[in-house]
C-alpha cells in the first residue's frame, strides 16, 4: 500500500469512527436551530471543534509490513527508538452538520442531513491544510410503517460496536490515533483493536418500526471491489443487517452482519507455457454482536465479530492484509470490552478497556518466511485508560493507550552466511505508549 493510499484509508477511517461517536453524542448536545417556518419546515446545525496532543514513545516496527499506520521506518531513530508528537483530532473530527426537517402529519415525516469533517492536520509539511469529508449526506422518510434512508449514513454491520466505544471511553477523546506519522484525520478509538469501523457507504436502508425496544434495519449498499487482490468485480449489492434492543437507555443488546460476492480474472498458470485465465468467485461475510449496561453510575459494554475479508481496520478494504496470495479472503476475529465509571453531578469520567484482533494464518502463507523478511500481521492487543471532565461547554481530556502489534514467526538467518539453512525462529512485534491531551466544545 502506498503512502497516499494509507492517507487516504486514514480520512476514511476517522471520518466513519468520528461519526459514529456523534451520533452517540448528538442527544446530549443541544442543536442550534437556525429556521423555523410556519409550514413545519426547521433547519439545524450541530458538531464540535477539538484539537489534541498525541505523543507515542515505543519500539520502531521491525521492517514488518505497515499493518495499521503503526511504527513505519522513518519514525525510528538509529536506535529503532520511536518517540513521535502531533497535534491532531480526536475520535470525532471537528464536524459541521445541517439537519432540515418537516413532520408533514404526525405519521409522515421527511429529513435532509448533510455533514462535513474538518480535520486541523495532514502530513507533516506545513501549509497544507487538512481534509473536509462529507460523510453523513442522505434523505430519510418515517411513518408508521418504519424508515428508508437513501444516501450516505453509518453502515450497519459494526456499528453497534462503535457506539459502545463512543459512549463508554471515547466520545470525547482519542484512544488509538490509527496512525504515528500522517494525522489526517479523526483517530481510531478501538478500531483496529476488535472494532471494525463500519464505514460510510451509499445506500438503501429500512428499518421496521421501533417496538418496544426491538427494531430491524436492512441495507443495500454500493459494493466494494478489492483491486489490489484482483477482486475488481462486484456483481451484487452489498447486503447488511442488524437487530438491536435498547431498553429504557439502561440496556442494548445488538447482532449484525454483512455478506458481499467479489469476482476477478486472473492468469492460470497450472499448466507451464499456455495461457489460460481463472475466474476468481469469493464470499466476504461477517457477524458481530455485543452488549452495554448502565447501572448508575457505571458503564459496562463490548462487542466481538469474526469474518472474512478484513484488514486490521475494515471490512473489503484495499489492503495487501486483506487477502492472501491466492486471492484467498483470510479470516480474522476480533472483540473488546470497556467500562466507565460516570459522575454525573460533577461531570466526570474515567473509563477503560482492553481489545483484540487476530488474522488466521493462511494456508498459502510461508511456513516461517524468508530469514530476515517481512511476514504477516498475526495480533493486535491493545490498552486504553483515560480520564474526562466537562467544565462549562469544554470536553477535557487525558489518555493513555498501549499498542501492542505481534506478526507470525519468521526464520532467523545463520549469522555467519546467510545462504545456511536456518539456525531458529523469532516473533517480531512492536510495542508503542500513546499519551494523548485535548479539549472538545460541541453543540
Not at 164 to 178: F, R, T
Not at 338 to 349: D, I, N, S, T, Y
Amino acid at each position: 500500500m502506498t503512502r497516499g493510499q494509507k492517507s487516504t484509508l486514514l480520512v476514511t477511517v476517522a471520518a466513519a469512527v468520528g461519526t459514529a461517536s456523534l451520533l452517540v453524542a448528538r442527544p446530549a448536545a443541544a442543536e442550534v436551530i437556525l429556521l423555523h417556518q410556519d409550514d413545519g419546515w426547521q433547519l439545524s446545525t450541530d458538531g464540535r471543534v477539538n484539537a489534541f496532543l498525541s505523543m507515542a514513545v515505543g519500539t520502531g516496527i521491525p521492517d514488518e509490513p505497515d499493518a495499521l499506520g503503526a511504527g513505519t521506518n522513518d519514525t525510528k531513530d538509529s536506535m529503532k527508538g520511536l518517540h513521535s508528537a502531533r497535534v491532531r483530532n480526536g475520535f470525532i473530527p471537528s464536524v459541521l452538520g445541517f439537519t432540515l426537517q418537516r413532520e408533514y402529519s404526525p405519521n409522515f415525516k421527511v429529513t435532509a442531513r448533510a455533514a462535513l469533517w474538518m480535520n486541523i492536520s495532514g502530513s507533516r509539511t506545513r501549509n497544507i491544510a487538512g481534509n473536509m469529508d462529507p460523510r453523513e449526506l442522505y434523505v430519510k422518510m418515517e411513518g408508521r410503517w418504519g424508515s428508508l434512508l437513501a444516501g450516505s449514513d453509518l453502515d450497519l454491520f459494526g456499528r453497534g460496536g462503535i457506539l459502545v466505544d463512543a459512549s463508554i471511553a471515547h466520545n470525547y477523546g482519542l484512544g488509538y490515533p490509527c496512525s504515528i506519522r500522517d494525522a489526517s484525520g479523526g483517530a481510531c478509538g478501538m478500531v483496529g483493536f476488535g472494532a471494525p469501523f463500519p464505514g460510510f457507504d451509499a445506500g438503501l436502508i429500512y428499518a421496521t418500526p421501533n417496538l418496544g425496544g426491538l427494531q430491524l434495519s436492512l441495507g443495500l449498499y454500493d459494493p466494494a471491489t478489492i483491486d489490489n487482490a484482483s477482486l475488481n468485480r462486484a456483481p451484487l449489492p452489498r447486503f447488511e443487517g442488524e437487530v438491536k434492543f435498547d431498553y429504557k437507555e439502561l440496556f442494548r443488546v445488538f447482532a449484525s452482519g454483512f455478506w458481499q460476492v467479489l469476482e476477478g480474472t486472473v492468469p492460470d498458470n497450472s499448466v507451464p507455457g499456455v495461457f489460460r485465465q481463472k475466474d476468481l468467485h469469493v464470499n466476504g461475510w461477517g457477524a458481530q454482536a455485543g452488549a452495554m449496561l448502565a447501572m448508575g453510575p457505571i458503564m459496562l459494554g463490548g462487542a466481538a465479530y469474526q469474518g472474512a475479508g478484513f484488514s486490521a481496520i475494515t471490512y473489503l478494504d484495499e489492503s495487501p492484509t486483506t487477502a492472501d496470495a491466492t486471492r484467498t479472503l483470510r479470516n480474522s476475529r476480533g472483540a473488546f470490552g470497556l467500562a466507565a465509571l460516570v459522575l454525573r453531578e460533577q461531570k466526570f469520567k474515567i473509563a477503560g478497556g482492553a481489545g483484540i484482533f487476530q488474522f488466521e494464518k493462511s494456508k498459502n502463507d510461508p511456513a516461517l518466511g524468508s530469514p530476515g523478511g517481512a511476514t504477516t500481521l498475526r495480533q493486535n492487543l491493545g490498552l486504553t485508560v483515560g480520564v474526562y471532565q466537562t467544565v462549562g461547554v469544554v470536553h477535557l481530556a487525558l489518555e493513555y493507550f498501549r499498542a501492542q502489534h505481534t506478526w507470525n514467526d519468521r526464520a532467523i538467518a545463520d549469522p555467519m552466511d546467510a545462504n545456511l539453512p536456518p539456525i531458529g525462529r523469532e516473533t517480531p512485534s512492536q510495542a508503542v505508549n500513546f499519551i494523548n491531551a485535548g479539549a472538545t466544545i460541541a453543540w
